[in-house]
């Protein structure tokens, strides 16, 4: 055979590998790769329904003790939690001991403590379900309903890095005013008939109050992480500046990535991936308000990047912000599992695994329908731009094997 046409043969046999890879992870179930991530998606599938009012019957731990076992460096819950229900539902119903002002921040929330010394975060309800909105895409008070959602979502795609989350219906008056501190009380006031609070933050006003319905305001409620796992504060290499007229370095240079890949802890182990996991997620929730970021302290660059802070979220279900991708189409990489999942989440199956994982909440509906058609529509965007990539550098450079998974201590 001539050397051309060796050379063409070789060609065609590359092209034809390439086609295959693209293939098997494009929804195909070929590869041991994609049989493992159908499998992973399928236990994803059978645990998604829980039951309300779930209780703990098998074992004398408290559903604190038993989320806190779950934690581990590259994950927040387990693959496979059949205590998950009854964990949600005691956050749900557990007696409130101790109400404090939030942590510090920009928007209000509380600090509550459960009965059992269980500290959680209560974010207020502050919009109606329908409400949209408008102007950046980072505008607008917290939606608590947004955080019910985000880790859901964490759930469906097989992320496990969001702490649980769980709507909740408290009574001011009867759960929160008898247990509270003097600085939360001294934020209480009353419109009309609906009692309410404005808390202690940094854009906390008392001429901007969360108000309840009368008595009965609606929250959602976000599990502490244990205090065994500190947390360390990193600043996002593609946050914003914030400031009108002043750009960030990554809005005009194209090839930020490649500084970002010299930097520690972008230069070795699974950050940057877990920064991109991240851009996806925040690209399907409409979050581009994550400035800063969380891991665990003392990782040396291996913890997981934990989704915390997820409120600003479905605000608008007609914008898709596709800056918040630009970890991915900047870096053009992303990892085979995520790729995997997101594929098998194509032709409306995200939205319908959101519907049948928040009929569960009590606060049900979590998401207006427009924000569950607009999940689909952006995963479509997210699959165009990975696929975009390959075409252009080749799926062996824009898919990336990384699973993993470090021990629990």
Same mark, same amino acid.
């Given at each position: 055979?001539?050397?051309?046409?060796?050379?063409?043969?070789?060609?065609?046999?590359?092209?034809?590998?390439?086609?295959?890879?693209?293939?098997?992870?494009?929804?195909?179930?070929?590869?041991?790769?994609?049989?493992?991530?159908?499998?992973?998606?399928?236990?994803?599938?059978?645990?998604?329904?829980?039951?309300?009012?779930?209780?703990?019957?098998?074992?004398?731990?408290?559903?604190?003790?038993?989320?806190?076992?779950?934690?581990?460096?590259?994950?927040?819950?387990?693959?496979?939690?059949?205590?998950?229900?009854?964990?949600?539902?005691?956050?749900?119903?557990?007696?409130?001991?101790?109400? +404090?002002?939030?942590?510090?921040?920009?928007?209000?929330?509380?600090?509550?403590?459960?009965?059992?010394?269980?500290?959680?975060?209560?974010?207020?309800?502050?919009?109606?379900?329908?409400?949209?909105?408008?102007?950046?895409? &980072?505008?607008? &008070?917290?939606?608590?309903?947004?955080?019910?959602?985000?880790?859901?979502?964490?759930?469906?795609?097989?992320?496990?890095?969001?702490?649980?989350?769980?709507?909740?219906?408290?009574?001011?008056?009867?759960?929160?005013?008898?247990?509270?501190?003097?600085?939360?009380?001294?934020?209480?006031?009353?419109?009309?008939?609906?009692?309410?609070?404005?808390?202690?933050?940094?854009?906390?006003?008392?001429?901007?109050?969360?108000?309840?319905?009368?008595?009965?305001?609606?929250?959602?409620?976000?599990?502490?992480?244990?205090?065994?796992?500190?947390?360390?504060?990193?600043?996002?290499?593609?946050?914003?500046?914030?400031?009108?007229?002043?750009?960030?370095?990554?809005?005009? +240079?194209?090839?930020?990535?490649?500084?970002?890949?010299?930097?520690?802890?972008?230069?070795?182990?699974?950050?940057?991936?877990?920064?991109?996991?991240?851009?996806?997620?925040?690209?399907?929730?409409?979050?581009?308000?994550?400035?800063?970021?969380?891991?665990?302290?003392?990782?040396?660059?291996?913890?997981?990047?934990?989704?915390?802070?997820?409120?600003?979220?479905?605000?608008?279900?007609?914008?898709?912000?596709?800056?918040?991708?630009?970890?991915?189409?900047?870096?053009?990489?992303?990892?085979?599992?995520?790729?995997?999942?997101?594929?098998?989440?194509?032709?409306?199956?995200?939205?319908?695994?959101?519907?049948?994982?928040?009929?569960?909440?009590?606060?049900?509906?979590?998401?207006?329908?427009?924000?569950?058609?607009?999940?689909?529509?952006?995963?479509?965007?997210?699959?165009?731009?990975?696929?975009?990539?390959?075409?252009?550098?080749?799926? +062996?450079?824009?898919?990336?094997?990384?699973?993993?998974?470090?021990?629990?201590?």
């Amino acid at each position: 055979m001539k050397l051309k046409q060796r050379m063409v043969v070789l060609c065609a046999v590359l092209l034809l590998l390439g086609l295959a890879k693209i293939f098997l992870l494009d929804g195909g179930e070929g590869s041991a790769a994609s049989r493992r991530d159908l499998r992973a998606f399928r236990k994803m599938e059978a645990g998604l329904s829980l039951s309300r009012g779930a209780r703990l019957t098998h074992t004398l731990q408290s559903p604190w003790e038993i989320a806190s076992q779950w934690v581990g460096p590259r994950e927040v819950y387990p693959e496979e939690t059949p205590e998950l229900a009854a964990v949600l539902t005691a956050l749900s119903a557990a007696r409130i001991e101790r109400a +404090d002002v939030g942590y510090k921040g920009t928007q209000l929330k509380a600090l509550l403590v459960l009965d059992g010394g269980q500290k959680v975060v209560f974010k207020p309800k502050r919009y109606n379900r329908d409400y949209v909105v408008e102007g950046e895409p &980072y505008a607008g &008070y917290d939606r608590h309903n947004a955080e019910v959602a985000a880790f859901h979502l964490d759930r469906i795609l097989g992320f496990r890095r969001a702490p649980l989350v769980v709507g909740r219906y408290v009574n001011l008056r009867t759960e929160i005013k008898p247990v509270a501190t003097d600085q939360l009380l001294s934020t209480f006031l009353m419109q009309g008939n609906n009692t309410c609070f404005y808390g202690k933050c940094y854009y906390c006003r008392e001429s901007e109050p969360a108000c309840a319905e009368g008595e009965i305001m609606e929250g959602s409620l976000t599990l502490w992480l244990p205090d065994v796992w500190p947390l360390q504060k990193h600043r996002h290499p593609w946050g914003r500046t914030y400031r009108e007229g002043k750009l960030a370095r990554w809005e005009y +240079d194209e090839s930020y990535c490649d500084a970002v890949k010299k930097m520690p802890p972008y230069d070795a182990g699974p950050r940057l991936l877990d920064v991109i996991d991240t851009a996806i997620f925040d690209y399907l929730i409409g979050n581009a308000d994550r400035h800063h970021y969380e891991s665990f302290q003392d990782d040396g660059g291996a913890s997981m990047l934990i989704l915390l802070d997820n409120a600003k979220s479905f605000g608008n279900a007609a914008l898709d912000e596709r800056s918040i991708l630009a970890p991915l189409y900047q870096c053009c990489m992303v990892r085979v599992s995520t790729w995997n999942r997101l594929n098998l989440l194509r032709g409306g199956a995200l939205s319908s695994a959101m519907r049948q994982a928040l009929a569960f909440d009590p606060i049900h509906p979590v998401l207006a329908e427009p924000h569950l058609a607009a999940l689909d529509r952006r995963l479509s965007g997210v699959i165009a731009t990975v696929k975009q990539c390959m075409e252009a550098q080749g799926p +062996d450079n824009t898919l990336i094997e990384d699973r993993m998974n470090l021990p629990h201590p």
